[in-house]
């Protein structure tokens, strides 16, 4: 006999604790089932997964083949040391070589570990000791990468570790030197020559950022950004990790968001969209040199969990629905469709910028369109948020929204019909917002 939901509900509240909430006020779904790009509470309300649960998801709910491979796994042999080498591993490790053109991988448990693990590695390999992020950043939750991270949830941990130095982003709807796109410089990336020069050059093992910044705003960087960032790194002897934990995958249409710009980057950092969160994998994976030089050199690192055979083998199977059922060509066609809605949103006072790649989206609402004054104020929120984000839910539309951004981030797996019917409450929402405002 199912127990009512409230019991559930109050079971998981009386004895967990949720992520980022003041305990109180967290009111966490019931999910009792999910299929696709739909899940369903235990009130039996059918929910648009319209974020892909953390943007992870990329194959939606329950894909057969990855519950399939997990579950051949588990009979097969369910655990081996990380030291062993068993099937998944290795065939996984090649696998990655191929579709991000690097060496070798490093297995971690999530975002956070191989963020952790990235930077490690790269004071390991250069004998130095600071890393430059970016201020609109999230690198995970762990104390290294927390502070790696520039975002507010950082502040809790500060003073964090040492060496961590940050620079500004490629945020051109609020340019941080008060340019614009086609007349600017690109500051965003030579002011990051000048950090390196007061720092010491000779004191930089990396440049660690995502590859397209995700939870501060779907950050689309110029086309030429990469390719100066990259000149940048190589020109002192700089590593340049790319965090694709979020970006990566599928979710831009490409394996690795920094291919639309024709770079590659030293290291890269994923997660998430390895799995599409069906087992918990992240990994760290090198450049042919790096991975040479710990052919003589000890890595530090090890984890019981790294290579957990299941998880390998889930990333496999993912990573096969990704190119057998074509899953970023519909990145793409479904992403033109969600450029195009997200372009005729513009017409709603409350939306300053949209901004898009693939599957990948955010919209920025602001109070007024000429200043640009941010519809909530930076790490808060405001009725007009709390209104938006209840409209939403009152119509079972399970979307991210932060600060003054509403994400729409959806299963890579989506069709038409569904994004359109997402697509037109977020609508309705936003002309709700606009009549808050009196607009
Ligand atoms: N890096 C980025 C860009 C992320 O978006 C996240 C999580 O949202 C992380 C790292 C942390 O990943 P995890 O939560 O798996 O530790």
């Given at each position: 006999m199912e127990r009512p939901s409230r019991e559930v509900i109050q079971e998981n509240r009386d004895y967990t604790l949720f992520s980022w909430s003041v305990q109180s006020t967290s009111n966490p779904i019931h999910m009792t089932r999910a299929q696709g790009v739909w899940f369903w509470d235990g009130d039996g309300n059918k929910w648009l997964d319209l974020n892909a649960q953390l943007i992870n998801m990329n194959v939606g709910h329950q894909h057969p083949k990855v519950l399939e491979a997990i579950k051949k796994q588990v009979d097969e042999l369910c655990f081996a040391g990380p030291n062993f080498a068993t099937e998944p591993r290795g065939r996984l490790g090649k696998k990655l070589a191929e579709v991000t053109g690097l060496a070798k991988s490093f297995f971690t448990l999530g975002g956070a570990e191989a963020n952790e693990n990235a930077m490690k590695i790269a004071r390991l390999y250069t004998g130095r000791d600071k890393i430059i992020t970016r201020y609109r950043s999230y690198h995970g939750a762990t104390m290294g990468a927390m502070t790696a991270s520039?975002?507010?949830?950082?502040w809790p941990v500060e003073p964090g570790i040492p060496g961590i130095v940050r620079v500004f982003d490629p945020y051109c709807y609020r340019c941080p030197f008060g340019k614009t796109v086609d007349s600017c410089g690109r500051e965003c990336v030579s002011h990051i020559e000048e950090v390196i020069q007061l720092e010491g050059p000779h004191t930089i093992a990396a440049i660690m950022v995502e590859g397209i910044t995700g939870s501060?705003?779907?950050?689309?960087?110029?086309?030429?950004y990469y390719p100066r960032l990259r000149a940048l790194c190589d020109k002192y002897g700089i590593l340049l990790i790319t965090d694709e934990v979020m970006s990566g995958f599928g979710r831009t249409g490409k394996w690795l968001s920094t291919q639309h710009y024709g770079i590659k980057p030293d290291i890269v950092t994923c997660a998430k969209g390895l799995t599409s969160g069906y087992m918990p994998l992240g990994a760290v994976i090198v450049s042919a040199p790096i991975a040479e030089y710990f052919e003589k050199n000890m890595l530090w690192g090890g984890l019981t969990y790294s290579g957990h055979p299941v998880s390998c083998a889930a990333a496999l199977a993912n990573l096969e629905v990704y190119e057998e059922e074509q899953i970023f060509e519909n990145t793409e066609i479904q992403g033109r469709y969600l450029a195009e809605r997200l372009e005729a949103m513009r017409k709603y006072a409350c939306v300053g910028d949209v901004r898009y790649k693939g599957l990948f989206s955010v919209i920025e609402l602001v109070r007024n369109k000429a200043t640009k004054e941010p519809l909530a104020p930076y790490n808060g929120t405001s009725p007009e948020m709390q209104r938006l984000a209840a409209y939403l839910k009152s119509k079972h539309i399970y979307v991210m929204t932060r600060f003054h951004m509403l994400w729409v981030c959806p299963p890579l797996v989506i069709n038409r019909e569904e994004l359109k019917y997402g697509l037109d409450v977020i609508e309705e929402a936003l002309a709700q917002v606009d009549q808050m405002l009196g607009m």
């Open positions: 520039g975002d507010p949830r950082r501060n705003g779907v950050l689309v960087p110029p086309d030429d």
